[in-house]
C-alpha cells in the first residue's frame, strides 16, 4: 500500500507563484510515477503534469506548460509542482498520484492509470 500525502495549497493572488508537495511513502518512491491532477467545482478531474521514475521526463497539460514545473526528489521521497503566474482559473483542489504499474508515457494524463491518491490540497487564486 502507498500513502500519499499532498501539502502546500492556500490562497494567493493573480500572478503570484505557490508550491506544492507530495510525500509519498509504503513503497520505493523511485518505483513510483507522479503525477499532479486537479478538479475544480463543477468540473471533471483533469491532469496538470507528470514526472517519469528517474525525473527524466515531464509532461504537462497544455493549460499549464510554461508556468507549472513538476519534479521529484527520491532521496526525499517528493514531488514538487511549482506553480507560477497563477489564474483564477486555475482554483481547485489539487490530488497527488502515484502509479506502481503504469510505464508507458501515452497513459500518463489518465486518471484510471493511477492507484494511489491524496486527500487534495486547496488552491485559490483571487482575481
Known amino acids: 500500500q502507498v500513502q500519499v500525502i499532498e501539502s502546500g495549497g492556500g490562497l494567493v493572488q493573480a500572478g503570484d507563484s505557490l508550491r506544492l508537495s507530495c510525500a509519498a511513502s509504503?513503497?520505493?518512491?523511485?518505483?513510483?510515477?507522479m503525477a499532479w491532477f486537479r478538479q475544480a467545482p463543477g468540473k471533471e478531474r483533469e491532469f496538470v503534469a507528470a514526472?517519469?521514475?528517474?525525473?527524466?521526463?515531464?509532461y504537462y497539460a497544455d493549460s499549464v506548460k510554461g508556468r507549472f514545473t513538476v519534479s521529484r526528489d527520491n532521496a526525499r521521497n517528493t514531488v514538487y509542482l511549482q506553480m507560477n503566474s497563477l489564474k483564477p482559473e486555475d482554483t481547485a483542489v489539487y490530488y497527488c498520484a502515484a502509479s506502481l504499474t503504469v510505464y508507458s508515457s501515452s497513459r500518463y494524463h489518465l486518471s484510471r492509470s493511477y492507484d494511489y491518491w491524496g486527500q487534495g490540497t486547496q488552491v485559490t487564486v483571487s482575481s
Open positions: 509504503g513503497r520505493t518512491f523511485s518505483s513510483l510515477l
Open positions: 514526472i517519469s521514475r528517474s525525473a527524466g521526463t515531464t
